[in-house]
Each structure stands twice: as C-alpha cells, then as structure tokens.
C-alpha cells in the first residue's frame, strides 16, 4: 500500500479513514483484542506501520491499568546513574517492559524529596512501577506502586534496597593509604543523611582506629558526592600549611576525588608525588583520568540489573526473597596513589 499523504502526527482517525474501517476497529486492533478478521487486522496494521501510528500510553493505562512501562527515577543524568541506567536497560531487555528514565531533582531549588513528586506524575498513568536511584527520603510510606531503591536513603527499608559493601570498599580505600606511609588521610565525605555517605566515613574511620590513628575533625569534610560542592573543601585542605596539610584524600564518590585532582593541579601539587586520591564508584571517567584514578569499584550496572529484575517480581506478584541486596565493593589501584613524600 502506498500512501500519497502522511499526515505531520498520525492519529486513530487517521490510520481509520486510510484503512476504511471504524476508529472502534483501530482500537481494538492495535489491542491485541479479539472479533476482527485477519485480512482488516493485516490492513489496519499495515496503515499503522506507514503512519507510524503509536497509541497513548496514558490511554492505555486507564483500559488496561497497566502500562507496560518502568520508570527509572533519579535526581539527573551523571556518570554514576548512567551506569546504574545500562545495567537496567540490558535486563529490560529481557523482558517486555519498556523504560522510562526520569530526573526529577536536577532543579537546585527541588532537589528534596523530588521521588515524591516524581511518583506522584508518573506512577500508574505512566509507569507500572519504579526503580529510584539515591533517593532523598525514606521509600517506606506513600508509595503506590512497587519501588526498588539502589543507594536507600537510610539503609534498611520495607521496600526492596539495592547497594553495594559501604563500609567494605571505604575501609579497603583507607587501608591502602595506611599501607603507604599515609597518616594525614582527609576525607571528603558524600551527601549529608544518605547512608552510603555515612556508611563510607565508618568505614573510613574504622581503618583509621585499626592503624592508631585519630579521626582529625579538620580533614573530615562534606564534599556532597557533587563536584561543585567539593570545590570549597578541597580547596581549604589543599591551602593547608605543609606538615598540616593531607598527604592523601579519600573521596567518598569519583566525581569528587576527580575534582581533587583538578585542584591539586591548580594549587601546583602534583599526583600522586605531593598528594594520593583515591575515589569510590569507578565510573568510566576514572580509568581515562590524569592521572588514572585508584578507586573502589561497585558492580554498578550488575547493581542496575538486580533493581531491576526485583521489581520485576514484584509486579509479576511474585516472592522476593532477597529484600536487601548487597553487592561486594572491591578496591582499584591505579597511578593516583604513592608512598607520601616523608616515607621514600
């Protein structure tokens, strides 16, 4: 069939009129339902096709309360949910959900309790249900459709978790610095009342206590898991007077141990000759970094993956046994760290 006119956006009067049947036919064609011969099913398929006709999901969730669709909400797009996002994408594919992938916090001024929000608009008009990455509030309450939280806003949830061995991967960091000679270590911790952020500091400071040494309150700061909120920070430890100032700085996400290294560079220290850096996440950034980053690697899209095959069980009604799913942190040495200068 050849079409002389295609019309700017198809609509089911359109594909109707092109294939001489009734809107009601169209409907129920691109239904799936039952009653229509299969030589005018073929023909309104057919005019669907060259029109590129697509139904609305919004319309389709209120016949069928069901759309068909999973969201994936996050605060925006940076390195760390963009893996998260491969990793959910792949096991998508496996299914027959289709994604929606929404950043509901990338407003300064609403970057609380943007989940809320954004659960509020989407959820069951335009999403069966939702994976929320970091969120900023507790999953538990005033959610009306199935949720998978990765990074949980306070650890241990009703709603199925999904995070990768805080404490592990923080202590590992600073243990490889320990081992180096490093005994000024600062810590650039991540963002206030998230849990991984405060799950990396304990296991920062446990690794501190193993090896003797005090937590100094003026190398433990807030960097908020953001490079421009590392930028004050970094700046106030680097500025340090030497033998005050850290031999070493372990940054509880890379997009801030990444920001050291630029201030470091600004400052006229060298890494890691005047100063060790070592990050958490291993996004792809950090292994193309200059120099490559030492980092402590999670699983991020195998983490993306298992949120989502959860919430697949959920929506299918059925059992989920691991409720709070934790995968192991292992540590990445790359060139970012040395000996201080004090030991070679």
């Known amino acids: 069939m050849t079409l002389t006119t295609r019309p700017s956006r198809a609509t089911i009067t359109?594909?109707?009129r092109i294939a001489g049947v009734s809107v009601s036919t169209v409907s129920k064609v691109v239904n799936g339902r039952d009653g229509i011969a299969a030589a005018t099913a073929a023909r309104v398929l057919s005019v669907v096709e060259e029109l590129g006709y697509e139904t609305s999901i919004v319309a389709s969730s209120l016949r069928r309360s069901r759309t068909g669709v999973i969201g994936v909400l996050l605060a925006d797009f940076e390195p760390y949910?963009?893996?998260?996002?491969?990793?959910?994408?792949?096991?998508?594919?496996?299914?027959s959900y289709e994604l929606l992938a929404y950043a509901g916090g990338n407003d300064d001024g609403k970057r609380s309790n943007w989940e809320r929000r954004s659960l509020s608009r989407l959820g069951g008009t335009l999403i069966d249900g939702a994976v929320v990455v970091a969120p900023t509030m507790s999953m538990t309450n005033g959610t009306s459709i199935p949720v998978v939280a990765i990074d949980p806003h306070t650890g241990i949830e009703s709603v199925p978790t999904?995070?990768?061995d805080n404490v592990a991967g923080a202590r590992?960091?600073?243990?490889?610095?320990?081992g180096l000679g490093h005994r000024?270590?600062?810590?650039?911790g991540g963002r206030p009342g998230l849990e991984s952020s405060r799950l990396r500091r304990e296991g920062y400071a446990e690794a501190l206590k193993g090896a003797g040494i005090e937590v100094d309150p003026a190398l433990d700061r807030i960097g908020g898991y953001r490079a421009d909120l590392t930028d004050a920070p970094a700046h106030e430890l680097l500025r340090l007077p030497a033998g005050v100032r850290p031999t070493a700085i372990f940054a509880a996400n890379d997009l801030s141990a990444l920001h050291v290294i630029e201030?470091?560079?600004?400052?006229?220290?060298?890494?890691?000759?005047?100063?060790s850096v070592v990050g958490f996440d291993d996004i792809p950034e950090s292994s193309i970094s200059s120099p490559p980053l030492t980092t402590v690697t999670q699983p991020l899209q195998q983490m993306g993956a298992d949120a989502l095959r959860i919430?697949?069980?959920l929506l299918a009604g059925d059992a989920v046994e691991e409720q709070h799913l934790r995968?192991?942190?292992t540590l990445t040495v790359r060139e970012s760290v040395a000996a201080p200068p004090s030991v070679r």
């Open 14 to 16: 359109d594909v109707a």
């Open 263 to 275: 201030v470091a560079r600004e400052l006229g220290l060298r890494v890691p000759q005047d100063l």
């Open 184 to 188: 000024r270590i600062a810590h650039l």
């Open 162 to 164: 999904v995070d990768g």
């Open 311 to 313: 919430l697949i069980s």
């Open 172 to 178: 590992a960091a600073t243990d490889l610095l320990i």
């Open 81 to 95: 949910s963009t893996e998260l996002l491969k990793g959910i994408s792949r096991a998508a594919e496996e299914t």
């Open 327 to 329: 995968l192991p942190a």
